[in-house]
């Protein structure tokens, strides 16, 4: 995603104009420090997509179509919608923002931003809501004003980006949280850990309910013993210092969970400082995988272990199912929504609870990089 991100980014802003050639794929690997297949396969992706064309030993090309669809959203304006809790300076905020941006600017729609309880103008075409809470979403959306044809939407679609709910013309799109928590799971469980302890959020977002929902539903297929006293969920982003001392309890006691699953990256920070304070070591006394990776994750100490979420694509891609909605409202899928895979990214804080465990588990080797499987169709929330 990297790659194809900055490709695609050097494109939209003009440093290769449609006709032009692209670097090799060789010198691209070189310059962005990754393998030939991960180049290549970025390249390959944008051929797909119609950014690209590749000639058989001609080489790879901005193709010349690219730009000439990019504007037919002129006329449109949608408004992106955050709670007030929310801040763009936030990874996760600012990630998915950024690739709200770069859709809607090369659809040639007009964004405008809004927070929540505004008293907004009707001059919107449909709403894109970041990570909402699901009382965000009862109170109905007022009519869209006309569309460049003139003509009056019946309603105004909303989508929700960044969590998932089952409410009538709500679309979402977002990560197949149920999905990566179980993944999780799966992990610690072919690590052989029976213990395990979870970190999160009490579920007043859709990705709190999730993670917690798939990781213990997962956890007692595999026989992996989660009693309530390791299940640690925090009302805010982050633990509290009572809730940290509550972590800290169950990691000191004689039947202490060998592994913790937090749900968010700074509940993972959360669990370095508890399994420190106890004097814990990870891995060898404790194996925690987060989700999320910002950069500072490849250099806490162990590396973490963590799912990295598509945030980029995932506003990307809100932006373009909204903008369909607006223009086919006949063709509105109710209650649908999209997912996107997670990358699954080992490091080094998880290990085997097997003494003779290999060395890339015990610290050694290169960390890996793979993708977890879950699912990336779009899918009926009740079909997960």
């Known amino acids: ?42 390249l390959q992706e944008l051929v797909s997509a119609g950014v690209l064309r590749r000639g058989q030993g ?8 690219y730009g000439r669809a990019t504007r037919r959203g002129l006329g449109y304006r949608l408004g992106i919608v955050f709670h007030a809790d929310s801040s763009l300076a936030d990874a996760y905020n600012g990630q998915i923002f950024e690739g709200v941006r770069r859709e809607a600017n090369e659809l040639g729609i007009d ?3 809004l927070r929540y309880g505004e008293d907004w103008r009707n001059e919107c075409h449909g709403y894109l809501f970041v990570n909402p809470f699901e009382e965000m979403l009862e109170r109905p959306v007022r009519r869209g004003r006309r569309g460049p044809d003139g003509e009056q939407a019946s309603d105004t679609p909303i989508m929700v980006v960044g969590a998932s709910y089952t409410l009538p013309g709500v679309i979402c799109c977002d990560t197949d949280n149920l999905g990566l928590a179980a993944a999780a799971a799966n992990y610690l469980a072919e690590l052989g850990h029976r213990s395990v302890a979870f970190v999160g959020g009490t579920g007043k977002i859709s990705n709190d309910r999730d993670r917690h929902a798939g990781f213990l539903n997962a956890c007692r297929a595999a026989g992996i ?27 000191s006691r004689p039947d202490r969970p060998t592994a913790v699953f937090a749900a968010g990256y700074h ?57 369909e909605q607006v223009q086919h409202p006949s063709a509105r899928h109710r209650g649908t929504t999209v997912s996107l895979p997670a990358e699954f990214v080992e490091r080094l804080s998880c290990a085997s609870t097997v003494a003779a465990a290999s060395p890339a588990r015990r610290g050694g080797g290169v960390p890996a990089v793979r993708t977890a499987a879950i699912d990336a169709r779009p899918h009926h929330p009740h079909h997960p």
């Open 267 to 323: 509940f993972a920070l959360d669990a370095y400082a508890a399994a420190l304070n106890v004097g814990l070591r990870i891995p060898q006394d404790l194996s925690v995988i987060g989700v999320d990776d910002p950069p500072s994750a490849s250099f806490v100490t162990p590396p973490l272990t963590t799912f990295r979420q598509q945030l980029l694509e995932m506003g990307r891609a809100a932006v373009r199912t909204l903008f």
């Open 58 to 65: 001609k080489g790879t090309y901005v193709h010349e179509d």
């Open 225 to 251: 013993s989660v009693p309530a006293s390791n299940v640690i969920r925090a009302g805010g982003w982050r633990l509290h210092e009572s809730e940290r001392l509550e972590l800290e309890r169950a990691l």
């Open 1 to 42: 995603m990297v790659v194809k991100d900055a490709v695609r980014a050097a494109i939209d802003a003009g440093r290769f104009q449609p006709g032009d050639r692209l670097p090799s794929t060789k010198v691209l690997s070189e310059r962005m420090n990754v393998s030939l297949v991960t180049a290549h396969r970025a």
């Open 111 to 113: 964004m405008v931003l």
